[in-house]
């Protein structure tokens, strides 16, 4: 069955340390991986996406993620966390050649601490 | 990026009315546009997956006549809740895909808050 891991719940960080937020995958063929933010009471922001090709991908806020396939992981990274990074944030993938539904994980809320 | 809007964002109602929720693509064709259900603190939930001038189609689970999506026109799908109930108290996000090389990313709307007394 495809499915998207997070396996976190919450992920605390410290502002101006490093921060990752965790997605495993398990889709059959290629597939396609976002990520997403979520601010409270809002809908969802793009963050970034991979499709094909560097295995690095930069988005949006100075975020980055890479998708690792022998690992079938796409974790979000960021060098340097700032306190507005504190959101909800959705992992979600697409198999190639699907009408465009999006499998989602369950979230992560982030707590970036001044 | 492109940019989605929800109309309302926030809506009271009693008991058995209906309410309808617009979302609209602002700066660019949406010829797919999907509705979802957000529980406090969980993920989406995906409603219903519409492309334009065809019947939405319905996950599982979700009911068709009491949900009703209509995808008009390439810029705007409507949802409408028939005969409300508290539990159907949630909030609604739509978002939309211009669906070119099957690569699009889907572009979300802001959401609205559906309040049911």
């Known amino acids: 069955a495809q499915s998207v891991a997070q396996p976190e719940d919450q992920v605390n960080v410290a502002e101006g340390n490093p921060l990752t937020v965790k997605c495993t995958y398990s889709v059959s063929g290629n597939p396609y991986l976002f990520w997403y933010v979520q601010y409270p009471n809002r809908g969802l922001q793009f963050l970034l996406k991979?499709?094909?090709?560097d295995n690095l991908v930069k988005g949006s806020y100075g975020f980055e993620a890479e998708f690792n396939k022998s690992q079938t992981s796409f974790h979000l990274k960021k060098p340097s966390a700032l306190v507005s990074d504190s959101a909800l944030y959705f992992c979600?993938?697409?198999?190639?050649?699907?009408?465009?539904?999006?499998?989602w994980g369950a979230g992560t809320k982030l707590i970036i601490k001044p | 990026g492109a940019v989605v809007s929800q109309h309302p964002s926030r809506v009271i109602c009693k008991s058995g009315t209906s309410v309808k929720i617009e979302c609209r693509s602002l700066?660019?064709?949406?010829?797919?546009m999907f509705w979802y259900r957000q529980f406090p603190k969980q993920s989406l939930m995906l409603m219903a997956t519409?492309?334009?001038?065809?019947?939405?189609?319905?996950e599982q689970g979700v009911e068709k006549d009491k949900f009703l999506i209509n995808h008009a026109s390439l810029t705007l799908s409507t949802l409408t809740v028939t005969s409300a109930h508290p539990e159907d108290s949630s909030f609604y996000i739509c978002s939309g895909t211009s669906g070119g090389a099957g690569t699009d990313t889907q572009y979300f709307g802001p959401g609205t808050r559906l309040t049911v007394l």
């Open positions: 700066d660019f064709q949406a010829t797919t």
């Open positions: 979600a993938v697409r198999e190639k050649g699907s009408n465009y539904q999006l499998i």
């Open positions: 991979y499709i094909t090709g």
């Open positions: 519409s492309n334009e001038g065809s019947k939405a189609t319905y």
